[in-house]
């Protein structure tokens, strides 16, 4: 007598396997870490920009040690 296993009833087991495969999480996943490297990628350059603007204004005023 076989076992049949399609008659066995859900376990948690089951529920957090990855039989189908998650492509639904996977891309969302992927959105989200997606955005938030954008979001970084964008407050790093403006903070590259904003330190290139006070080091090229530090380098245009005189040093009040010259004489």
């Given at each position: ?20 495969l998650p ?45």
């Amino acid at each position: 007598m076989a076992y049949d296993y399609r008659l066995r009833d859900p376990s948690v087991f089951d529920a957090l396997t990855a039989s189908p495969l998650p492509y639904p999480v996977l891309f969302i996943l992927l959105t989200f870490f997606l955005l938030l490297s954008v979001s970084w990628f964008f407050n790093y350059e403006d903070m590259l920009e904003s330190a290139e603007e006070q080091m090229s204004v530090a380098l245009l005023t005189p040093s009040p040690c010259s004489s």
